[in-house]
């Protein structure tokens, strides 16, 4: 395979990328960030992508390391932030699908990042079991309970968040 035809191949999966980067880091400008840094360092190291695997496996597994190493910069740094840097306050959705929605996104986020991860490649991406364990550099088994406990999380912390107290009225 040329290197053209390899760098084309990155390309077509940028998109996919992206939809997991903005997802993963629940921030769009983070994300396309992300998702510049894994460009850049494929085209770098194309020469080592072997021929006969999968392209977007092997994206994926430079985007969990660039994505993990930031992470883990992160947590060394300070959790100061200026009080004008704090995002708007948003208002209420007026639509039941946008509450909905939103919920399921405060709940993902509320998710560990394992838990996450996992849960994104394999229902947002629509991996396998195999290419999300080889993506995560964990066996399938892993990649199995992880989602099982991920699912189970996630319907918990939906279910808390539908609980509102009910108010009597007194006559």
Do not use: C
Not at 72 to 85: E, G, H, K, T, Y
Not at 99 to 125: C, D, K, T
């Amino acid at each position: 395979m040329s290197t053209e035809t390899k760098r084309q191949a990155v390309v077509a999966e940028v998109p996919r990328l992206r939809r997991y980067a903005i997802a993963l880091m629940r921030d769009r400008t983070e994300a396309d960030d992300l998702v510049h840094d894994v460009v850049l360092r494929a085209l770098d190291k194309l020469h080592l992508w072997r021929e006969g695997t999968n392209m977007r496996t092997w994206l994926f597994t430079i985007m969990h390391n660039l994505h993990a190493n930031e992470m883990r910069r992160r947590s060394r740094m300070l959790d100061v932030v200026p009080m004008d840097a704090a995002p708007p306050r948003a208002e209420a959705a007026g639509q039941e699908a946008a509450v909905e929605l939103s919920e399921l996104s405060g709940a993902m986020g509320n998710l560990s990042p394992l838990h996450r991860q996992v849960l994104l490649l394999i229902g947002l991406e629509g991996m396998t079991y195999g290419e999300a364990a080889g993506v995560l550099d964990v066996p399938v088994g892993t990649v199995m309970s992880r989602l099982s406990r991920a699912r189970e999380d996630l319907r918990r912390k939906i279910d808390e968040g539908t609980h509102t107290a009910t108010i009597r009225r007194v006559k």
